[in-house]
């Protein structure tokens, strides 16, 4: 018997705070209706016999569930009437805070994963931080970022429920902490699975020394139980770098250990002491190498605390772990000094050098020459290379888009394709529609439904169904409404954020990620200040020329100082162009505070256009690409990442690509590149570049704007001049921008191309990535 949720919702109302749902404040409802929603997905939420994966990584970037939940149990229009009915406004919740537990892309594949798995009956559980603070708070003052903590739980967090019987001890050289469960259901769609994301919370054994406080040490009283809840406390900000830094190391250790503690204490009570079959029990899939100490972890546990022989669980480690690469920056590949390591983890640091002797043998067996063999060795320079640890270790490494992955093979990791070649594989990133398109963009969703039924929404590919559509010119006149309408709402959401009128009839030009030079938000805006200039000097005619909404949304790390003066820069940018009155008819810059989540789901089904701008060979998949390309936005890219199969799904005739491909990035870092010779040549490209020193703009005298035209024009000690190669496609890009431009004119063309991506987009479902780790490596 389905049970109603208005009735338990009322319910428990009553119970905690003695209101209905009329007079409760957002918070208490939120909390009323997830406990309620909690307590109907109860009975689903059991773990099933059998292999299961456990999908180990620092972040899930998995925003504001309630929505989300009440759309896979099937229960979102039922609450929408509820509150309807009681006269309360049904975005009450959107007051909730995200929860940020994540930088980015990799944060957010996890959480596209955990969602997939549940709806695709794959029995994969996430195991994490529960971090007291996530990814940082941002606004502007006077166009500069500034950052406050995220106080995430402020409203509660009644999804999840404390495990304390599931407690585990983690140690640390001298400390020895707590580590706490706290799981959340993930809900698949239908609820015929409901798995577990695992959060790990950090605690003292004793939170407060009695005897300490009575002699008035009040400092000292407390200390054992800060340096606990230290480990736990915070995200690092950092996506794309590496930090290095020793709290780090020891969350990272904190969570791996906990997890396999789980795991083996399972493991032993199902199976008893012999765990020589480990592996049929559990696949363990590491986001990346933040969990890699994992590894070693896992020998530790086996050897002396099942009694294993080192060679044996080194077979047990071998078929359990499999390893995922998300960047190929140099700067994030992870190191750590060997003796901060052996500091922080003393009774794993002996297992790493095991490893690294076996590693150093088996290369002497494979006759690897003995010159070659610092550039595999997992202990080298005073550092603990992970990357190699995780490669020699586990019996899959995979990159997360084919360009990607064989650029791992051709060039990163190119030494480990060599000597184990079975061991690379390709898994395309992907979305889950539930989130992207049936709950962030319910206008769309309606029309599909229409026009395609409902299918798509556990099978994607069914889509395809929709392309006849694209030559319907009913079709394309509903989809064009259902933009405006997005756009609205968007405008409206802006308002409310920003102060911020938003022309809501304008061509809507989005680029939305983390801050990065390599993802060149510097070159967009350049483009734009190209732009402008060619409009008020006649170089554009302002006749032909669609009026167009410039949207950026941007983290940068804290400590990334170019990034932040790109912020500064777009927000100066931002301040001429909307302050110019003889264009303001034409163009508008909008940089948003605090892109997250729930203000991706908002813009992202709104944008007509796409902005994939990276440097070929840079992004390693990019997913936001997929998320535009299903709400039916054109991309504006280069050939980097995903965003080369996008292309090959939709066709190249449906998306605007531009600029040098990965081979000629390669080659024009071989053998040399000077964008000083652009800027000789080129006045337009010269003119942009030199606003960051010509008095156009100011960066408040911080120097932030002359050190970015320094690394333009001269390099730095680590990197040459334009090291991401603005100069080379600038002009490239300033012309594809303008063939959109001049496109999105035919309304009606520019509609047939909008929904031929979302007629391809089927491939870029998280549901087909799951089930292929599934199938390839996981093997459940
Ligand atoms: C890629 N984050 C995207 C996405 O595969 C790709 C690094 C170090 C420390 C903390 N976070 C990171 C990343 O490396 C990251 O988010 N990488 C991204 O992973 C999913 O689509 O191209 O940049």
Known sequence: MKRDIQILTGQVLAADCRKTIAQATPRELYNAVSKAALDLAADAWKRAPGKRVAYLSAEFLVGRLVYANLLNMG?????????????????????????????????RLAACFLDSAATQGVPLDGYGIRYQYGLFRQYFEDGFQKETADDWQRFGDPWSVRREEDAVTVQFGGQAVRAVPYDTPVIGY?????????????????????????????????????????????????????????????????????????????????????????????????????????????????????????????????????????????????????????????????YVKKLDALLRRTLEQRGVPMGEVSRYAILEDGMVHMARMAIFATHSTNGVARLHTEILKDTALHEWYELYPERFNNKTNGVTQRRWLALANPELAALLHDAVGDGWLTDLSQLKRLEPCADDPAFLARFMDVKREKKRQLAAYVEKHEGVRLHADFLLDVQVKRLHEYKRQLLNAFSILDTYYGLKEGRISRADFAPTVYLFGAKAAPGYVRAKGIIKYINELAELVNGDADVNGLMQVVFVQNYNVSYAEKIIPAADVSEQISTAGTEASGTSNMKFMLNGAVTLGTLDGANIEIAEQAGAENEYIFGAR?????????????????????????????????????????????????????????????????????IEYCDARLAVNRDYRDARAFAAKCVRNVANAGVFSSDRTILEYARDIWHV
């Open 75 to 107: 229960r979102l229009g039922e609450v929408q009437q509820m509150l309807l009915d009681a006269g309360v406004d049904a975005n009450v919740f959107e007051e909730i805070e995200d929860a940020a537990l994540g930088n980015g892309g990799l944060g």
């Open 190 to 350: 239908g609820m015929k699975t409901v798995n577990t994301l695992r959060l790990w919370q950090a605690e003292p054994f004793q939170a407060f020394d009695f005897n300490l406080f009575n002699a008035q040490k009040y400092a000292a009283a407390v200390r054992e139980r800060d340096a606990a809840e230290d480990i736990s406390r915070v995200l690092y900000p950092n996506d794309d770098t590496d930090a290095g830094k020793r709290l780090r190391l020891k969350q990272q250790y904190f969570f791996s250990s906990a997890s396999l503690q789980d795991m083996v204490r399972a493991y032993r009570a199902a199976h008893g002491g012999d765990f020589t079959h480990f592996a049929d029990a559990y696949a363990v899939q590491l986001n990346d190498t933040h969990p890699t100490v994992a590894i070693p972890e896992l020998l530790r546990l086996l050897v002396e605390e099942a009694g294993m022989r080192f060679a044996d669980a080194v077979q047990v480690a071998h078929d359990t772990f499999a390893y995922t690469n998300h960047t190929i920056m140099p700067e994030a590949l992870e190191k750590w000094d060997q003796k901060l390591f052996r500091g922080v983890l003393p009774r794993v640091y002996p």
């Open 662 to 730: 990965a081979d000629e990035i390669a080659r024009l870092q071989e053998d040399g590149y000077d964008p000083n010779a652009v800027l000789a040549a080129e006045p337009r490209a010269k003119r942009v570049v030199e606003s960051l020193v010509d008095g156009t703009f100011s960066d408040g005298g911080t120097g932030m704007f002359r050190e970015l035209y320094a690394s333009l024009t001269e390099g730095a000690s680590w990197h040459k001049p334009d090291h991401y190669f603005l100069m080379r496609d600038f």
